[in-house]
């Protein structure tokens, strides 16, 4: 299949989830055993969609890393299980490790305390030219930093900065950071992999009797469970606030993992689709050089030869 071909069938996959303007917004709204017409006998279909569009990945990135105009920013946000690992493992497979950069965020450090809670993503913000992917990010301080106050009062804030308005505030910050990276080409797509509580539950009772899969169960992941609800709110604030023309959220239904990253990759073609990505066109000074290399390397084979 053709790259324009792969990009006119992108959009109309990744489009049903993507969410522009938050103030209507509702989690309850979105299913997350969704997977549009296709069925549980169509996974074939998807698996094999998913790889022609592996492919295309590769091809654009390519021109954008040649390019060396934009950035990409995609940010995975999602419950314990949800499959960010296994989306950002498969869709990514076929990008050339040199043009992408992976970082997991995990419990900041003394030292991250010590700053503002931006600063330890902004220190990994992608190059021109690459594609970068937060498995977690700084949407953390409006998920679970909000369910669990505890972990504000670590952040050594002042403490007449800590109001009713700050989860309001936060949401502004982050919505005028993501503007400015806009403005200087980055482009940034957000990812809420929306799992069920069923399915996370089926999914922890897997690893728990998969003896190769026990080493990703951690007590703690149980333990949030009971605060379900406190982050289903969090996560439909957070998107209802945070979700712009220039930083779109894509509320992806992760309950079928092959529909999941069929959703992620259509989406990230989308985003690159719309750059007119291309390989950098050579000068005629440019041309020229080359000509002379080209015929010095002719010489030399030549010598070569009457050797």
Known sequence: MKLKEVIQKARPLAEPFRVSDGSKFRLKHVDPGDTLQLKSEDKPLAKEAL????????????MLYAQD??????????????????????????????????????????????????????????????????????????????????????????????????????????RNFEHYLARNGVVVRKFFLHLSKAEQQKRFLARLDDPDKKWKFSTNDAKERGYWDDYMNAYEEMIRNTATDYAPWYVVPADNKWF???????????????????????????????????????????HLGAG
């Not at 022609?52 to 990135?61: E, P, R």
């Not at 700053?115 to 953390?140: A, Q, T, V």
């Not at 689709?273 to 005629?284: G, M, T």
Request: hydrophobic share 45%; aromatic share 8%; glycine share 4%.
């Open 260 to 302: 999941t990253r069929v959703v992620v990759a259509s989406a990230v073609i989308d985003a690159l689709s719309s750059l007119n990505l291309a390989y950098p066109k050579v000068d005629k000074a440019k041309q020229k050089e080359l000509d002379a290399v080209r015929h010095a390397l002719m010489v030399s084979n030549d």
């Open 69 to 174: 105009r934009w950035a990409v920013l995609l940010i995975f946000q999602a419950m314990d299980a949800a499959g960010k690992d296994g989306a950002i493992k498969h869709v990514m497979s076929g990008v050339n490790p040199q043009g992408c950069q992976v970082f997991s965020f995990k419990s900041p450090t003394s030292e991250d305390l010590d700053h503002d809670y931006l600063w330890r993503c902004m220190k990994c913000l992608p190059e021109r030219g690459r594609i970068g992917i937060f498995n977690r990010s700084y949407y953390e301080e409006m998920l679970v930093v909000r369910v669990h106050p505890e972990f504000l009062k670590a952040q050594k804030l002042p403490p007449e900065l800590i109001s009713k308005k700050i989860w309001d505030n936060r949401a502004k910050d982050i």
């Open 51 to 62: 790889a022609i569009g592996v492919q295309a990945l590769t091809t654009l990135q390519d």
